[in-house]
């Protein structure tokens, strides 16, 4: 039965007669189609757009990079923190000072009309010399930078100033490079430039807090970090030993763990971009420091916002209240020794005897830390012309405030953050310690 099933099934599809589809056929002759020529044209590629490939294509793994620093000793006291870069095809070299208060790279140029070849004791740029030089945009301004460097004798209504003309040039850190980086020639410059040690102030800022970019941000943002961090090692009252980690932090240098705290709200507000922290408090010894005059007898000091500038050798309070206030708990025998210049001090032999630590309270309620301002930093040393009296080293900056909230404003120099291994992230806006492995001899 079911063989019959089946021999039925197979006769049911036996094919019949095959079926052809029949093609049109064209008698005339179809000439065939004539060629296509295309025209390739080359696409030729900025000299600029082939080392930023280049460098891309290079650092596949992006690793930190530990640079040395040296510091700057003043009468005692290490104040500010520089090493070497390089501009222009073929690099010109300059020693620069990392200031996380500014923006700019500021070096001085051939065609400046103060730099007298005997007497300043720096390089010149010359963008003749360098192949990848543009000037663009070619505008001046007039730039000022706090006291220059120096706090003796600090000076409130006198910052140190330089005429200034904005180009672009290829600058490098070793093999860190910024092809095109915004670069700002000295054309001029006030006399307490000459004094320095270093030639220029490369400026480290939060990211994006101006129109152009950073140095530091231009190189992070191309590939060539793995970590948008910063950090600051100081080997205390030493030239050589001191250090920053670019891309990341160098644990050799630190021990424990980094306490990290987010910067003030108003850090990011176009009237203020930059590192700027709260200050709820600060203690002497534990004594908290309040009003001593009225109004507010007794009471804290007013809530207040600090500036991080480790290109600062000084620590400026707001006001003239606020410094009166801070050493009538040190010692009254710290007096005002000019209203002007904002600088208080005494006697040399009485600065160092009542030198006593201040703490400082930053941050916000729930994510805060005390930084200790040792005792070892409150002389800074003796006046010039005068050196039977020393400047101590808080000043008053004369009713400073940020503009963004019309807080009273500190600002925070390396008498603070050299005691810390400190890290920076410009991009999660976070601020970071931890204590650092000195080495025997210079630790305080």
Same mark, same amino acid.
């Given at each position: 039965m079911k063989a019959a099933i089946i021999i039925s099934a197979l006769a049911a599809i036996t094919p019949g007669p095959s079926l052809v589809l029949a093609t049109p056929v064209n008698n005339e002759r179809t000439p065939p189609p004539a060629p296509r020529h295309l025209k390739l044209q080359a696409r030729r590629l900025d000299p600029r757009q082939l080392e930023a490939r280049r460098l891309l294509t290079r650092r596949k793994k992006p690793k930190a990079q530990d640079e040395s620093l040296k510091a700057w000793i003043d009468r005692g006291q290490d104040v500010q923190y520089y090493s070497e870069i390089k501009v222009g095809t073929p690099g010109q070299k300059f020693d620069v000072n990392f200031d996380t208060a500014a923006d700019d790279l500021l070096i001085p140029t051939v065609a400046c009309t103060t730099c007298d070849t005997q007497q300043w004791p720096h390089p010149l740029f010359d963008p003749a010399k360098s192949s990848t030089f543009l000037n663009d945009p070619g505008t001046s301004f007039e730039g000022c930078f706090g006291t220059g460097g120096t706090s003796i004798p600090f000076d409130r209504f006198n910052p140190q100033c330089a005429n200034i003309t904005l180009a672009k040039d290829k600058v490098? =850190?070793?093999?860190l490079c910024s092809p095109v980086q915004d670069i700002a020639l000295g054309t001029g410059y006030d006399p307490a430039f000459m004094a320095q040690p270093f030639d220029g102030i490369l400026g480290i800022n939060i990211e994006n807090a101006t129109t152009y970019n950073t140095w530091y941000w231009n190189v992070y943002q191309s590939g060539q970090l793995?970590?948008?961090?910063?950090?600051?090692?100081i080997e205390p009252r030493e030239v050589h030993g001191s250090q920053i980690t670019l891309g990341g932090v160098d644990k050799s240098k630190?021990?424990?763990? =980094?306490?990290? =705290?987010?910067?003030?709200p108003i850090a990011t507000n176009p009237n203020v971009q930059g590192w700027v922290l709260q200050v709820p408090a600060l203690y002497v010894e534990g004594q908290r420091v309040v009003n001593t005059t009225a109004?507010? =007898? @007794?009471?804290p000091l007013p809530f207040a916002e600090a500036k991080l500038d480790m290109a600062t050798s000084f620590m400026g309070s707001p006001n003239f209240e606020a410094t009166r206030d801070l050493y009538a708990v040190i010692s009254p025998e710290i007096i005002e020794l000019d209203r002007v210049l904002g600088i208080w001090g005494a006697t040399c032999d009485v600065v160092n005897r009542v030198a006593k630590d201040v703490v400082f309270t930053l941050g916000a309620p729930g994510a805060q830390l005390n930084l200790t301002v040792p005792k070892a930093e409150f002389n800074a040393g003796p006046l010039p012309g005068n050196e039977t009296f020393c400047q101590a080293i808080y000043v008053n900056l004369g009713g400073a405030r940020e503009r963004a909230n019309r807080n009273p404003g500190w600002v925070f120099g390396a008498p603070i953050f050299k005691n810390y291994y400190t890290v920076w992230n410009g991009?999660?806006?976070?601020? @970071?310690?931890?204590r650092p492995k000195w080495k025997k001899a210079s630790a305080p």
């Open positions: 490098c =850190i070793r093999d793995p970590s948008p961090e910063f950090a600051f090692y630190y021990k424990g763990d =980094i306490t990290t =705290i987010p910067l003030s109004p507010g =007898i @007794g009471s991009r999660a806006l976070t601020f @970071g310690v931890a």
